[in-house]
């Protein structure tokens, strides 16, 4: 089979950096010092963390000098994310004040190391005479400055070190100077060698916390209860809980041994919270609770934060590792969902119809049976598991989407087989998300103006590749993959291939004509992970079979590079997204004469918890005061890819009182959302194609990023200020600055778009060469 090489056209490699530096997503951690002498209060702390914020579960530094490998394994063993860093017990000898040989005064210095931790933007400490009592988002929620709550008995002018929540200015070498020239000077008191030292050289410059989140053992003295309100109590002092306590704090330290629990007690009382439960948590805590007791709800529930993070194979393990009653229906639709994820689709069917002997759980199951039908080609099957999951809930979305789908009319074939093209892609139903409905014909117009069945034979990338559709391909004279970000593991998971296209390695080596892998893009999210060795392995074949891989960015080239062998590197190549060159594409296109006054703004809400992190409701105030500010400059619209995409209007009109008028994209045609694209002054967007369309249609965009892709395409055409992150420290300052840079001549910020378009389509053309080389026409 011929293979392409790229040509000397394509645009040399942009930089690529983590997605979290790409993104902005901050980087929140706890951090402690911890020693053998503390390490009992210190499990309590975790586990008191754990069932008083069963929802939060971020990386935990422990800093330690002496820790003992058993002591490690029994931390690791109650929090999932544990990072262990030793500290630089030397450094602290040339400090002035204080016997260095006393225990606590080295244990006081080391608590300094936190400010030489570089990997995280939020860092917050924890003493391990601490125990967590209610919910700490306001603290994750912080985003200014260094906080910490004002000393009880020395007033506003000084901090209690114990907790303190340090921002990224803080983790510096610079403050870090300041904190050794003063611990070297000696200047600073003499009350707490750590918190000396900081009073000393923040000379009351820090944020003030309410005295909840570090409420003092000492207020508490002569027996009185603990309030209601507190975060977190403090047991300060020299005598603690573990050691056995001091008189007249009984009542306090009933608190904290509410949470000295064996391990079987303390993940039981975990998996009982009726709140939601952090994946990883749930995961860490529930299966050895599996293990140990063999409970199938529990290990549902395992299985289901399996499945939500893509770890279809362990949702598989963990249910089938306990036996499930007859009469549990959730369990087995559950295991059915995860069998079918990885292919094993005739036990998952047998698992669903368990399952549809539930009432509650009946129309799930046969939704998920439609699919599967639906998935094998078998459409009539489909539609009657969808119907009969309409009749149990005629509510049911996905049942009534799958009835549609199945029950829809296939396109006639117009051509020839040996005049036409196949093309994989995901084709998107009616209401889908507005990118990938226009995307499928955007690729078609870069091979030709004629997107109809005369020339293509279309291959739902989210059904089986059988023999029968092989037979088809093979009588095609080509194949094309793409575009979009095929390259996901969760949108209609499959074992076959650990992407989107559910193809087994076996068929697709069969496939004999020319195959172009056209504009994919690689699109985890920041902290979302593929099957590695399934996903690495199709993933080569593909490329060994590809007589032209091209991938839509160069942060997809770089990342898919990495998981290939070196020999296979230079077959990946640039080919941009083809939406994004859509005037050179679109036969007689015309740019508008004239444009509304109007700002689009577009957010996204699939996988929010990826994509905001803690900061949804900051995005959210942010979001609300750009509009109010933007609304002065034109009329600020919501433009909709998907249903879900509507809720910012409905959240921004709920928690501040704006009204912002909805264009539901996801019910146009191609040529309105081209045009509504192409009319309007500018798009702020974070879907990525809420950016890729509008630059296409000669449009000036600002991206909103919650996703490395968008950075990756701004990267590409060398406008990387035409992105602000959804975490931006000012985030509606920068919207608002930089839309009225781009409003303010308006004629020149449209001829950049143009011209910036216009390398993007020297790359397309290039590579259209090559194809017409490899595929004819």
């Not at 501040?656 to 309105?672: A, K, L, Q, R, T």
């Given at each position: 089979m011929t293979t392409i090489s790229p040509t000397s056209a394509a645009t040399p490699l942009a930089p690529v950096t983590d997605a979290s530096a790409l993104t902005g997503k901050r980087r929140i951690a706890f951090a402690s010092f911890v020693d053998e002498n503390y390490l009992p209060g210190f499990l309590v702390l975790l586990r008191s963390l754990a069932l008083s914020n069963p929802e939060v579960c971020e990386d935990f530094v422990v800093l330690y000098d002496d820790l003992r490998p058993g002591s490690i394994a029994r931390i690791r063993a109650l929090h999932p994310r544990i990072v262990l860093k030793r500290v630089d017990a030397d450094r602290y000898d040339s400090y002035k004040k204080g016997d260095q040989d006393n225990y606590l005064v080295r244990k006081a210095y080391f608590i300094l190391d936190v400010f030489r931790i570089r990997e995280y933007d939020t860092v917050i400490t924890l003493d391990t005479d601490m125990v967590v009592l209610d919910d700490l988002s306001e603290l994750l929620q912080l985003r200014e400055g260094l906080a910490a709550v004002p000393q009880f008995f020395y007033g506003q002018h000084k901090l209690n070190s114990g907790l303190l929540v340090i921002q990224r200015e803080y983790l510096s070498d610079a403050f870090c100077a300041k904190l050794d020239k003063c611990g070297r000077s000696g200047d600073y008191e003499l009350d707490k060698h750590d918190q000396g030292i900081l009073n000393s050289v923040l000379d009351g410059d820090f944020v003030r916390l309410d005295a909840r989140y570090n409420f003092v053992k000492r207020r508490l003295s002569g027996d009185l209860p603990v309030p209601d309100d507190t975060a977190i109590l403090h047991f300060t002092g020299r005598h603690k809980p573990w050691q056995g306590g001091e008189a007249g704090y009984s009542l306090a330290e009933e608190r904290w041994r509410e949470f000295e629990l064996t391990d079987?007690?303390?993940?039981?009382?975990?998996?009982?919270?009726?709140?939601?439960?952090?994946?990883?948590?749930?995961?860490?805590?529930?299966?050895?609770?599996?293990?140990?007791?063999?409970?199938?709800?529990?290990?549902?529930?395992?299985?289901?934060?399996?499945?939500?993070?893509?770890?279809?194979?362990?949702?598989?393990?963990?249910?089938?590792?306990?036996?499930?009653?007859?009469?549990?229906?959730?369990?087995?639709?559950?295991?059915?969902?995860?069998?079918?994820?990885?292919?094993?689709?005739?036990?998952?069917?047998?698992?669903?119809?368990?399952?549809?002997?539930?009432?509650?759980?009946?129309?799930?199951?046969?939704?998920?049976?439609?699919?599967?039908?639906?998935?094998?080609?078998?459409?009539?099957?489909?539609?009657?598991?969808?119907?009969?999951?309409?009749?149990?809930?005629?509510?049911?979305?996905?049942?009534?989407?799958?009835?549609?789908?199945?029950?829809?009319?296939?396109?006639?074939?117009?051509?020839?087989?040996?005049?036409?093209?196949?093309?994989?892609?995901?084709?998107?139903?009616?209401?889908?998300?507005?990118?990938?409905?226009?995307?499928?014909?955007?690729?078609?117009?870069?091979?030709?103006?004629?997107?109809?069945?005369?020339?293509?034979?279309?291959?739902?990338?989210?059904?089986?590749?059988?023999?029968?559709?092989?037979?088809?391909?093979?009588?095609?004279?080509?194949?094309?993959?793409?575009?979009?970000?095929?390259?996901?593991?969760?949108?209609?998971?499959?074992?076959?291939?650990?992407?989107?296209?559910?193809?087994?390695?076996?068929?697709?080596?069969?496939?004999?004509?020319?195959?172009?892998?056209?504009?994919?893009?690689?699109?985890?999210?920041?902290?979302?992970?593929?099957?590695?060795?399934?996903?690495?392995?199709?993933?080569?074949?593909?490329?060994?079979?590809?007589?032209?891989?091209?991938?839509?960015?160069?942060?997809?080239?770089?990342?898919?590079?990495?998981?290939?062998?070196?020999?296979?590197?230079?077959?990946?190549?640039?080919?941009?997204?083809?939406?994004?060159?859509?005037?050179?594409?679109?036969?007689?296109?015309?740019?508008?004469?004239?444009?509304?006054?109007?700002?689009?703004?577009?957010?996204?809400?699939?996988?929010?918890?990826?994509?905001?992190?803690?900061?949804?409701?900051?995005?959210?105030?942010?979001?609300?005061?750009?509009?109010?500010?933007?609304?002065?400059?034109?009329?600020?619209?919501?433009?909709?890819?998907?249903?879900?995409?509507?809720?910012?209007?409905?959240?921004?009109?709920?928690?501040?009182?704006?009204?912002?008028?909805?264009?539901?994209?996801?019910?146009?045609?191609?040529?309105?959302?081209?045009?509504?694209?192409?009319?309007?002054?500018?798009?702020?967007?974070?879907?990525g194609h809420a950016g890729m369309i509008p630059f296409g249609c000669g449009t000036p965009i600002i991206s909103l990023i919650s996703h490395p892709k968008m950075a990756y395409f701004l990267r590409d055409i060398e406008r990387p200020e035409w992105g602000v992150s959804v975490h931006d420290r000012h985030l509606a300052a920068r919207l608002v600055e930089r839309s009225k840079d781009l409003l303010a001549d308006h004629a020149k910020t449209v001829a950049d778009v143009h011209g910036r378009q216009q390398e993007l389509w020297k790359v397309t053309e290039a590579n259209a060469a090559d194809l017409r080389i490899l595929l004819g026409g």
């Amino acid at each position: 089979m011929t293979t392409i090489s790229p040509t000397s056209a394509a645009t040399p490699l942009a930089p690529v950096t983590d997605a979290s530096a790409l993104t902005g997503k901050r980087r929140i951690a706890f951090a402690s010092f911890v020693d053998e002498n503390y390490l009992p209060g210190f499990l309590v702390l975790l586990r008191s963390l754990a069932l008083s914020n069963p929802e939060v579960c971020e990386d935990f530094v422990v800093l330690y000098d002496d820790l003992r490998p058993g002591s490690i394994a029994r931390i690791r063993a109650l929090h999932p994310r544990i990072v262990l860093k030793r500290v630089d017990a030397d450094r602290y000898d040339s400090y002035k004040k204080g016997d260095q040989d006393n225990y606590l005064v080295r244990k006081a210095y080391f608590i300094l190391d936190v400010f030489r931790i570089r990997e995280y933007d939020t860092v917050i400490t924890l003493d391990t005479d601490m125990v967590v009592l209610d919910d700490l988002s306001e603290l994750l929620q912080l985003r200014e400055g260094l906080a910490a709550v004002p000393q009880f008995f020395y007033g506003q002018h000084k901090l209690n070190s114990g907790l303190l929540v340090i921002q990224r200015e803080y983790l510096s070498d610079a403050f870090c100077a300041k904190l050794d020239k003063c611990g070297r000077s000696g200047d600073y008191e003499l009350d707490k060698h750590d918190q000396g030292i900081l009073n000393s050289v923040l000379d009351g410059d820090f944020v003030r916390l309410d005295a909840r989140y570090n409420f003092v053992k000492r207020r508490l003295s002569g027996d009185l209860p603990v309030p209601d309100d507190t975060a977190i109590l403090h047991f300060t002092g020299r005598h603690k809980p573990w050691q056995g306590g001091e008189a007249g704090y009984s009542l306090a330290e009933e608190r904290w041994r509410e949470f000295e629990l064996t391990d079987a007690e303390f993940h039981a009382a975990y998996l009982e919270k009726q709140a939601a439960l952090h994946h990883d948590l749930l995961v860490h805590y529930g299966t050895p609770h599996v293990a140990r007791t063999q409970d199938a709800e529990v290990a549902r529930k395992v299985a289901a934060a399996h499945i939500a993070s893509g770890d279809y194979q362990n949702a598989v393990d963990i249910l089938s590792s306990v036996h499930i009653p007859l009469d549990e229906a959730w369990p087995h639709e559950v295991l059915g969902h995860a069998l079918m994820s990885v292919s094993r689709y005739e036990e998952a069917k047998a698992q669903l119809l368990l399952a549809t002997a539930a009432p509650n759980r009946a129309a799930t199951a046969y939704a998920r049976l439609a699919q599967i039908s639906w998935v094998h080609g078998d459409n009539a099957q489909a539609l009657k598991h969808a119907t009969a999951g309409i009749s149990v809930d005629p509510t049911h979305r996905p049942s009534r989407l799958w009835a549609q789908r199945a029950a829809a009319l296939p396109a006639q074939e117009q051509g020839a087989p040996e005049d036409q093209l196949a093309h994989v892609a995901f084709y998107m139903d009616r209401q889908g998300n507005a990118g990938d409905k226009l995307l499928p014909e955007s690729v078609r117009l870069a091979f030709g103006k004629d997107t109809t069945s005369r020339r293509w034979h279309s291959v739902h990338a989210h059904r089986l590749f059988d023999q029968a559709a092989l037979e088809r391909v093979n009588a095609r004279r080509g194949l094309v993959i793409g575009g979009g970000g095929l390259f996901i593991p969760d949108t209609m998971p499959n074992g076959n291939s650990a992407w989107q296209w559910n193809v087994p390695d076996e068929l697709l080596g069969r496939i004999d004509v020319p195959v172009a892998v056209f504009a994919v893009g690689f699109n985890a999210f920041d902290g979302q992970s593929y099957r590695a060795g399934r996903f690495r392995s199709s993933l080569r074949g593909l490329v060994e079979r590809a007589s032209f891989f091209g991938l839509r960015n160069h942060g997809s080239i770089e990342k898919v590079r990495a998981m290939l062998p070196a020999h296979l590197h230079d077959k990946v190549r640039f080919q941009p997204c083809p939406t994004t060159v859509t005037r050179q594409l679109v036969e007689g296109w015309q740019d508008p004469a004239s444009r509304e006054d109007t700002i689009l703004i577009n957010a996204a809400y699939d996988r929010a918890g990826l994509r905001f992190g803690h900061d949804y409701d900051y995005f959210l105030a942010q979001m609300a005061q750009a509009v109010r500010e933007l609304g002065e400059l034109a009329e600020v619209r919501c433009a909709a890819h998907s249903l879900d995409d509507e809720r910012i209007a409905f959240d921004l009109r709920r928690e501040h009182g704006i009204s912002m008028p909805v264009i539901p994209m996801y019910d146009f045609e191609n040529d309105e959302i081209r045009d509504l694209y192409a009319r309007t002054k500018l798009v702020i967007g974070m879907r990525g194609h809420a950016g890729m369309i509008p630059f296409g249609c000669g449009t000036p965009i600002i991206s909103l990023i919650s996703h490395p892709k968008m950075a990756y395409f701004l990267r590409d055409i060398e406008r990387p200020e035409w992105g602000v992150s959804v975490h931006d420290r000012h985030l509606a300052a920068r919207l608002v600055e930089r839309s009225k840079d781009l409003l303010a001549d308006h004629a020149k910020t449209v001829a950049d778009v143009h011209g910036r378009q216009q390398e993007l389509w020297k790359v397309t053309e290039a590579n259209a060469a090559d194809l017409r080389i490899l595929l004819g026409g």
